[in-house]
């Protein structure tokens, strides 16, 4: 039961942490590349409205964001843990998978965007997360 709670409490400080890192990176996003003119990217009827004005490039560091948020709560879930490390980095990139197959029901992007998002930047980056944390303490 204890390994449990504590496998439990590192992946939930993993979450928070990718999703902070995850926050922090769509905030700076505008700053980095400039929305296009005329376009309201901070509240969710404002990207609605401006989809179609976005371009190829609009959509990196959204999928940076995601990326790296889940890239780094991977990490963290098996830095903190003990045992079944993949599990715990994996649950992380299950969890931003949600998340992202409910962002793309309510936030319109290209299909190409969609399909590599969900396919590439949360499973697959939680992984990368463990193996890197695997590469870095060596266990």
Not at 8 to 33: H, K
């Amino acid at each position: 039961m204890k390994n449990f709670l504590l496998r439990l409490g590192a992946i939930t400080l993993a979450l928070f942490l990718g999703g902070s890192l995850n926050m922090f990176i769509v905030g700076i996003s505008g700053s980095v590349i400039p929305p296009p003119p005329g376009a309201d990217f901070t509240t969710a009827e404002g990207l609605q409205q401006s989809a179609h004005l976005m371009e190829p490039r609009h959509f990196i560091m959204p999928f940076l964001a995601h990326a790296l948020g889940t890239l780094l709560a991977g990490f963290v879930a098996a830095a903190l843990t003990r045992e079944r490390r993949l599990s715990a980095a994996l649950i992380t990139g299950f969890v931003f998978l949600t998340g992202g197959i409910m962002a793309v029901q309510m936030i319109p992007a290209p299909m190409w965007f969609n399909i590599l998002d969900l396919v590439v930047a949360y499973v697959p980056m939680a992984w990368a997360g463990y193996r890197v944390q695997q590469k870095i303490f060596a266990n």
